[in-house]
T-cell receptor
């Protein structure tokens, strides 16, 4: 079956521009996670949804970052007034209710100039 | 807080060599432990996992044993191939199904 998909795969933004990153999880998966991966580093947790409820957003680095999952399926991560330090790969992962395995998408590579 | 420490890379091996990538963790309670692999241009793929002490996770000839006494989860492979060249990440989940905490990753290059 289809895995987790993300779009766009690459995004170049000018500093101060707003961006929106999309994640399509595996069909039926309840849990959805966003991670940020800086170059040469491991992924860092940003936020977590169970269905449409955002249960943990403690990893969002600032109030410029906002995530939503209004119908409990597709999720969007929005970054307002992008800064150069926002340049990273943004990974989305989804998981079933009782399983611990998270299945990752290919990521969106964001470059802020 | 929870943390994961991996051996520094990059690691360069010849084909058929034995692979060990060290991983130690800090966590309260009894976390679940994972190894993920990331091939160039691709997302993270689960390689193996272990959910309780003394469990051995295994997949495609890779193995790792959950050692609570040494808080370790070292990855081993008996004979590597060029196709195993990738970045390997050790990770933990403090509560079942919850957020993952990753190590910094170890770049493995296998030469023919």
């Amino acid at each position: 079956g289809a895995g987790v998909s993300q779009s766009p795969r690459y995004k170049v933004a000018k500093r101060g521009q707003d961006v929106a990153l999309r994640c399509d999880p595996i069909s039926g998966h309840v849990s959805l996670f966003w991670y940020q991966q800086a170059l040469g580093q491991g992924p860092e947790f940003l936020t977590y949804f169970q269905n449409e409820a955002q249960l943990d957003k403690s990893g969002l680095p600032s109030d410029r970052f906002f995530a939503e999952r209004p119908e409990g399926s597709v999720s969007t991560l929005k970054i307002q007034r992008t800064q150069q330090e926002d340049s990273a790969v943004y990974l989305c992962a989804s998981g079933g209710r009782v399983q611990e395995t998270q299945y990752f998408g290919p990521g969106t590579r964001l470059l802020v100039l | 807080g929870n943390s994961v420490t991996q051996m520094e890379g990059p690691v360069t091996l010849s084909e058929e060599a034995f692979l060990t990538i060290n991983c130690t963790y800090t966590a309260t309670g009894y976390p679940s432990l994972f190894w993920y692999v990331q091939y160039p241009g691709e997302g993270l793929q689960l390689l193996l996992k272990a959910t309780k002490a003394d469990d051995k996770g295994s997949n495609k000839g890779f193995e790792a044993t959950y050692r609570k006494e040494t808080t370790s989860f070292h990855l081993e492979k008996g004979s590597v191939q060029v196709s195993y060249s990738a970045v390997y990440f050790c990770a933990l989940s403090a509560i079942s199904g919850s957020r993952l905490t990753f190590g910094e990753g170890t770049q493995l290059t296998v030469n023919p």
